[in-house]
Structures are given as structure tokens and as C-alpha cells.
Nanobody, 120 residues
Framework: QVQLVESGGGLVQAGGSLRLSCAAS????????MGWFRQDPGKDRDFVAA????????FYVDSVKGRFTISRDNAKNTVYLQMNSLKPEDTAVYYC?????????????WGQGTQVTVSS
């Protein structure tokens, strides 16, 4: 079992930055692929970024490439999402997720989410 708690969301102006954190508890965090997803009200939850257990492999949805960076600190059981050059369309609830496989969908464990609002 892995428990995930996101933090770092908030209100920011367009062009600004935020860093989301996801603290994990439970066993074997260092062996899990970690992902970030986002969801607008009434829409499906969309993949944003993923990072392999070692941090050597990352993958991003095209709309955030060059603006967002996913990273992890296995010693702190934490994964991060650095978001720069934010746009109003980045507004969503952001969720982190964990899975023992390399995947960009179908994660086993999910956090509760943190709201990110980007004003124009």
C-alpha cells in the first residue's frame, strides 16, 4: 500500500510558477513509477507527466513539455512537479499517482488532489 498526499497548489497569475509536491508513505516508494495527472470539473482525468523509479526516465504530455518538470527524491519519499510559464488552461485539480510498472495510465494508487488556478 502507498498513501499519497499532494501539496503546493494555489492561485497564480499567468506566466507564474508553482511547485507541487507529493509525499508518499508506505513501503517501497523507490520502486514505484510516479505520475501527475490533472482534471477539470466535468472532464476526464488527463495524464501530465511520469517519472521512473530511478528518475532516469521521464515522459510528458505535449502541452506541458518545456514548461513542467517532474522529479523525485527517493530519500524523502517525495515527487515534485515544477510548473513554469503557467497558462489559464493549466487550471485543474492535480493528482499524483503511483504504480509498480512503467505506465502513463492505470495507476494503482492516487492522492486526493490539489487545486491549481491560473488567472489571466
Amino acid at each position: 500500500q502507498v498513501q499519497l498526499v499532494e501539496s503546493g497548489g494555489g492561485l497564480v497569475q499567468a506566466g507564474g510558477s508553482l511547485r507541487l509536491s507529493c509525499a508518499a508513505s508506505g513501503r517501497s516508494f523507490g520502486s514505484y513509477t510516479m505520475g501527475w495527472f490533472r482534471q477539470d470539473p466535468g472532464k476526464d482525468r488527463d495524464f501530465v507527466a511520469a517519472i521512473s523509479w530511478s528518475g532516469s526516465r521521464t515522459f510528458y504530455v505535449d502541452s506541458v513539455k518545456g514548461r513542467f518538470t517532474i522529479s523525485r527524491d527517493n530519500a524523502k519519499n517525495t515527487v515534485y512537479l515544477q510548473m513554469n510559464s503557467l497558462k489559464p488552461e493549466d487550471t485543474a485539480v492535480y493528482y499524483c499517482a503511483a504504480d509498480p510498472r512503467w505506465t502513463i495510465q492505470d495507476y494503482d494508487y492516487w492522492g486526493q488532489g490539489t487545486q491549481v488556478t491560473v488567472s489571466s
